[in-house]
């Protein structure tokens, strides 16, 4: 959902002060909790016990279907609780509370012994890897759903079009190697006829930079090629970027796998890149720290589960009085939070923390066609919210509800501050479950 309470804010310097920042290294907090359920796919299944003593790498839950994946513990210590309730992202799960050990003591997988397609999605589906960029499934099960019609295009995004987020473009900066061997990896996995780079800030330096790496894995580096893609928001949405690349439309409800392509992100690559050279599985993912009640703005390494309070006192607030809200994820499309004590999934990848109480309260539409204008799917937000509001769940999905991508730019730009992503969203949802009579 939108975050509603901070539609059409822009903060001015955000990425510049991002731009070239490091990415810094948390201390633990006292207690990781790790929700089962990290996205949208289905609940992970828990394996272990409450007072169990786990290791970094350990396997905490398995998973049960194709939209569910193995997690791991992100630390070595003791699990104290294992309990049914909301993760941060407001959804029904089991959650896992560990209690940090002062050592770590690491687990890692045995080392494949060759790099065949079928040990490779093994090593990808055991790598525990979630893709931030789309739909927070596993990312092994877009590989899988639905199958991959004709492998044609690995489109590896680089950046990314929220403007308070930067952590993909700083990992594809920082990490050049194991994105360049990740994006390899990913284009073994079905032998790709074309992998294609887009990207956007500093996309000059980061080629350069991969371009000088693939040389150095065995790959056909004649398929690998760079593109300069739009800034306008929401279009690393992976329907839009696809449709950008190839000039293949393909429905919102369809996957792009069925027209044989494939979006992965420079964190996939780091993930899939680690799993197999250094046998590490996925447990944790970097944050953009962002915000104008934040001292500093910056990129960190979040560990999956760790309380947000963490990020807090690194980067500081500035006036707690005056905190607002904060949302994880960025501002166009993140979750709104109602409290400080909230923990962070690796299924996101950012921080946005708003001081100044912006005024959310909702008008009446007036009619004014903004919604409709900037839809990048050309829906009519008002329509269906209108919809939403008659519990008219049938008519919505009549007039394409299931289509809308989440993006929140009808509330971004709603003079009347209406909460049209967050019911849209709700409605899509109940379409879901069968509810449109």
């Not at 890149?273 to 944050?287: E, F, G, R, S």
Request: aromatic share 10%.
């Amino acid at each position: 959902m939108a975050l509603a309470s901070c539609r059409g804010v822009y903060i001015k310097g955000c990425r510049k002060a991002l731009k070239n920042a490091d990415i810094l290294e948390l201390r633990n907090s006292e207690e990781f909790c790790i929700a089962l359920k990290p996205g949208m796919g289905s609940e992970s299944e828990p394996i272990v016990s409450v007072g169990q003593n786990v290791k970094t790498g350990s396997v905490l839950a398995k998973p049960v279907d194709k939209t569910s994946a193995f997690i791991y513990s992100p630390v070595s210590g003791n699990i104290s609780k294992i309990e049914d309730k909301l993760n941060s992202l407001g959804q029904h799960s089991k959650i896992i509370t560990i209690v940090p050990s002062a050592k770590d003591v690491y687990i890692k997988f045995k080392a494949l012994e060759k790099q065949t397609r079928v040990s490779l999605f093994g090593r990808l589906v055991e790598s525990g890897s979630i893709d931030t960029f789309g739909k927070n499934y596993p990312t092994y099960s877009k590989y899988i759903n639905r199958g991959v019609a004709n492998p044609q295009t690995l489109i590896i995004n680089l950046y990314d079009s929220d403007g308070y987020v930067c952590s993909n473009s700083a990992i594809a900066r920082n990490y050049a190697r194991e994105v360049a061997g990740g994006a390899v990896l990913f284009s073994k996995l079905l032998d790709f006829k074309k992998v294609v780079f887009v990207g956007v800030d500093q996309l000059g330096v980061i080629s350069n930079a991969i371009k000088e790496h693939l040389l150095g894995f065995d790959g056909d580096i004649q398929k690998f090629t760079f593109v300069h893609g739009s800034k306008k928001y929401p279009f690393d949405e992976e329907h839009l970027l696809a449709y950008k690349l190839t000039k293949t439309m393909v429905k919102i409800d369809d996957d792009i796998a069925s027209k044989g392509m494939i979006v992965e992100n420079a964190q996939a690559c780091y993930n899939f890149y680690n799993a197999v050279y250094n046998n590490t599985p996925t447990t944790a993912t970097v944050y953009t720290i962002s915000g104008d009640n934040f001292v500093e703005n910056g990129l960190a390494w979040v560990k999956n589960g760790l309380n947000a309070n963490v990020i807090f006192d690194q980067f500081g607030i500035k006036d707690k009085e005056k905190f607002a809200s904060f949302a994880i994820g960025g501002a166009m499309s993140g979750v709104a939070q109602i409290k400080l004590e909230t923990n962070l999934p690796i299924s996101k990848n950012a921080i946005v923390a708003f001081g100044e109480k912006y005024d959310d309260h909702e008008i009446d539409c007036i009619n004014c066609g903004r919604c409709s204008a900037v839809c990048p799917t050309r829906l009519e937000p008002m329509a269906l919210d209108t919809y939403a509001l008659e519990h008219d769940y049938g008519r919505g999905k009549k007039y394409g509800a299931e289509a809308c991508i989440n993006c929140g730019v009808c509330s971004y730009v709603c003079p009347s501050k209406r909460n049209l992503a967050q019911r849209i969203s709700d409605m899509k949802d109940k379409i879901k479950r069968g509810e449109t009579l």
